[in-house]
């Protein structure tokens, strides 16, 4: 069983960055792919961008040149900075962890966390 738990969100405005992180519980953290999700209001949850095992990031077009993810197997954390951020970056963002393969997380994530409030302002 995997436990994770976000930090970060929070109140910008547009153009401004933000970092959030997600600390995994469990000795096996860099053998998972690691990923981001978030859920606008009256929105499906989308991928935002994931990190495989072997430290491979992808991004879903939205964000991709603006969000980075990274990952510190030493502190078991996964990152997404996310800079020029846009008023339609505003939402609830997961974290998300699987330990089959990176294109299973991209879809049907084994494990999640609580999420995180994003609130971008114009």
């Known amino acids: 069983q995997v436990q994770l738990v976000e930090s970060g969100g929070g109140l910008v405005q547009a153009g401004d960055s933000l970092r959030l992180s997600c600390a995994a519980s469990?000795?096996?953290?860099?053998?998972?792919?690691m990923g981001w999700f978030r859920q606008a209001p009256g929105k499906e949850r989308e991928f935002v961008g994931g990190?495989?095992?072997?430290?491979?990031?992808y991004y879903a077009g939205s964000v991709k040149g603006r969000f980075t993810i990274s990952r510190d197997n030493a502190k078991n954390t996964v990152y997404l900075q996310m800079n020029s951020l846009k008023p339609e970056d505003t939402a609830v963002y997961y974290c998300?962890?699987?330990?089959?393969?990176?294109?299973?997380?991209?879809?049907?994530?084994?494990?999640w966390g609580q999420g995180t409030q994003v609130t971008v302002s114009s």
């Open positions: 998300a962890a699987d330990s089959r393969t990176f294109v299973q997380l991209m879809r049907v994530p084994e494990y």
């Open positions: 469990g000795r096996t953290f860099s053998s998972y792919a």
């Open positions: 990190i495989s095992w072997s430290d491979n990031p």
